[in-house]
């Protein structure tokens, strides 16, 4: 937090040494136990909400008294939040008619695909998430996605004591890009929306310098001097459930001396389905060594692939596998060949987690994300498609690169463990609460000052 402004008067000067002196008590004050609601905008597979998941789960275990708030009931994965916070009460807005919300829903879609802002819900959600502060005695919101942030900083300017910290995870900037170039899924209003919320937050966990995007002054109009930012890796904790079963190579029908390319994605084209495929049809042209390619994500999408590569034995497509590191400890490379502006992505840790050596286009941390302490990378990356999909010819090179070199991949293999390491979720956790800490002793800091 910034200090006062100078100004050539007693008065100010007696409050800048009472700020002085506050400010340095607080710094010396341990980390207390604190009732923090974790807040995200659904609750359905992907990035931003396996980890808001996972940290409330790992806040609970670490002695907080920890809740998490979902702004959708209509798309809550109930089997998702028991097997990642199985001990973290879920809140979330339950209306009278779920019939009359659903409508309202749809309405709001619809409003926003052609270019309209619309809140026809967000009143409920407003009254309903204010009472849950109240009620619970919240200090801390710690919220996951721009609407979920939205609606939250929405909240607690009735709540000055209550600082919220929000998770960059890449949707501030892929909102601002669709909305620059007129896209039918961006928000209307953007960069107004983005100034008000970014005038409400106290503190920013970022995992790319890329997400900071949104936050420049030419872009979001708000003051941002107050927000305190830091950097911080998410955290896994990587487990292996009971399902683990249904997917040893043995269990796939592998063969012990295939070599097993795999991806967890979502289903959405940009994350490369189509030119991991090509560069695997390619490759088996090419290599007399069994191959096998294993793909884990659900969607319309992918069925249509599965349809279209049905006759190619050596391509399973596994569907949505609730734990990917089940499947993940089956594969020697894992592949990642996404055209969206990742930042952090949960799949190239759970390969890492796993001992996997990784293909993946370079973009947001990824580099940093693969490499150890030592500065040895246990992958290999493509270049980041400027537009398009990532190009099918690079992935081919850099599986063939495995394909005939098996110290390589044998030593990526090896590096993996350390450079999972910095994913550590003890060290995310204690990262968060400092990070808590700090937003909280600000805020009493300015409130005596």
């Known amino acids: 937090m910034p200090a006062p402004q100078l100004r050539n008067d007693k008065g100010h000067l007696q409050k800048l040494l009472l700020y002085a002196a506050v400010r340095n008590t607080l710094s010396l004050l341990p980390i207390s136990r604190m009732n923090i609601l974790v807040a995200v905008e659904e609750l359905r597979i992907g990035g931003a909400q396996t980890f808001a998941l996972r940290l409330a789960q790992a806040l609970h275990e670490a002695g907080h008294c920890v809740f998490l708030y979902n702004m959708y ?32 829903l749809r309405s709001d879609g619809w409003m926003q695909r052609h270019g309209h802002s619309s809140a026809l819900r967000l009143g409920s959600l407003r009254k309903h998430l204010k009472q849950v502060i109240e009620e619970k005695n919240i200090q801390v919101i710690s919220s996951n996605t721009f609407k979920a942030d939205q609606l939250c900083a929405q909240v607690l300017r009735e ?8 998770t960059m995870h890449g949707d501030y900037e892929q909102f601002l890009s669709a909305y620059q170039q007129g896209h039918i899924h961006a928000i209307p209003s953007y ?9 409400r937050i106290n503190g920013v966990a970022y995992l790319s310098e890329q997400n900071l995007e949104a936050l420049r002054p030419t872009v979001v109009g708000a003051v941002t001097g107050h927000i305190h930012l830091k950097q911080i890796y998410n955290g896994l904790e990587g487990r292996f459930s009971d399902e683990a079963a249904y997917f040893t190579r043995k269990a796939l029908e592998v063969p012990a001396e295939a070599l097993v390319y795999g991806m967890v994605a979502r289903g959405v084209p940009e994350k490369g389905w ?15 060594r069994p191959l096998r390619l294993l793909l884990i994500g659900a969607s319309q999408f992918v069925d249509q692939l599965r349809k279209e590569y049905q006759s190619n034995q050596d391509i399973q497509f596994l569907g949505f596998i609730n734990n990917p590191v089940d499947c993940i400890a089956s594969l020697d490379v894992g592949i ?14 759970e390969y890492l987690f796993c001992g996997k050596a990784v293909i993946s286009t370079n973009v947001g941390e990824i580099q940093r994300m693969i490499r150890t302490d030592d ?26 690169q495995y394909a005939t070199n098996e110290s390589l991949l044998k030593q990526h293999q090896t590096w993996a463990p350390d450079a999972f390491a910095k994913f550590n979720m003890d060290r995310c956790v204690a990262a968060y609460t400092s990070l808590y800490q700090d937003c909280l002793n600000a805020m009493h800091t300015a409130a005596l000052v």
């Open 336 to 349: 990642l060949a996404s055209s969206l502006k990742e930042s952090l992505p949960n799949s190239i840790a």
């Open 375 to 400: 500065d040895h990378e246990a992958g290999i990356l493509i270049d980041f498609p400027t537009e398009g999909l990532a190009d099918a010819d690079q992935l081919y090179q850099a599986m063939l």
């Open 274 to 288: 189509v030119p991991v495929i090509q560069a695997f049809q390619r490759l088996q042209k090419d290599v007399t």
């Open 159 to 166: 709540l000055p004591h209550i600082p919220l910290v929000v």
């Open 73 to 104: 009931w209509q798309y809550t994965e109930h089997d998702l939040v028991k097997r990642l916070a199985p001990d973290v009460e879920l809140l979330q807005y339950n209306p009278v008619s779920k019939s009359l919300d659903n409508l309202l």
């Open 191 to 199: 960069i107004q929306l983005l100034t008000e919320t970014v005038g």
